[in-house]
């Protein structure tokens, strides 16, 4: 079985630039969410999906961040503009519902 | 505020030697919790999940256990090995929303 496959794996940028991420998840699994992971801290929630639903988006900032999952399977995470402090690895993970997350290798992302 | 502490931050203990992680988290309301490890610069990878009806999970060395009434949980890693060095995080998964919450994790160095 195929895992979570992010692109692209490294991406730098300059500050007020827009930048997208994508994310295939495991077939079948319903739930997908994006994770922030800042250097020295656990990963925290910016959006989660059921199908192509929003279950919970109450950490995303939305000024500036925008995710859509297309026909509840892949899913794209847009950061536009982008802050100095945006500088972290996105991880995208699935799962069936209530069941085992799994998670993507992540993209690194470098605003200077 | 939920939140979920992980203790020790840090631990280099010799191989061979037994251990245990901890994993204190604030709400009741928890449907399960996972375990992981995330070596430098990857993604996470799934070590254990435990169902909130669940007391322990085993897999090979590793042992997880859950008391929902005292909010914490205890990840056992038998015989250590170098190859054990890593991150080690815990996430708690409210029951509804299946919204994962994340420690900040323990970084554990096995010396050879």
């Known amino acids: 079985e195929a895992g979570v496959a992010q692109s692209p794996r490294y991406k730098i940028i300059e500050k007020r630039q827009s930048v997208a991420f994508w994310c295939n998840p495991i077939?079948?699994?319903?739930?997908l969410y994006w994770y922030q992971q800042i250097l020295g801290q656990g990963p925290k929630l910016l959006i989660q999906?059921?199908?192509?639903?929003?279950?919970?988006d109450s950490q995303l900032p939305k000024d500036r961040f925008s995710a859509e999952r297309l026909k509840g399977v892949d899913s794209t995470l847009k950061i536009q503009p982008a802050k100095l402090e945006d500088s972290a690895v996105y991880l995208c993970?699935?799962?069936?519902?209530?069941?085992?997350?799994?998670f993507g290798p992540g993209t690194r992302l470098t605003v200077l | 505020k939920q939140e979920v502490t992980q203790i020790p931050a840090a631990l280099s203990v010799p191989e061979g030697e037994n251990l245990v992680l901890n994993c204190s988290f604030t709400d009741s309301a928890i449907y399960n919790l996972q375990w992981f490890r995330q070596d430098p610069g990857k993604g996470l990878t799934s070590l254990l999940l435990?169902?909130?009806?669940?007391r322990e999970q085993t897999s090979g060395r590793l042992n997880a256990s859950l008391d929902k009434s005292s909010g914490r949980s205890t990840l056992y890693i038998a015989a250590s090995q170098p190859g054990d060095s890593a991150t080690y995080l815990c996430?708690?998964?409210?029951?509804?929303?299946?919204?994962?919450?994340f420690g900040t994790g323990t970084r554990l160095k096995v010396l050879a």
């Open positions: 993970a699935s799962s069936r519902v209530a069941r085992e997350q799994f």
């Open positions: 077939s079948g699994h319903a739930t």
């Open positions: 996430a708690r998964a409210t029951s509804g929303t299946y919204k994962y919450i």
């Open positions: 435990i169902q909130s009806s669940q």
């Open positions: 999906f059921q199908n192509n639903g929003v279950v919970d």
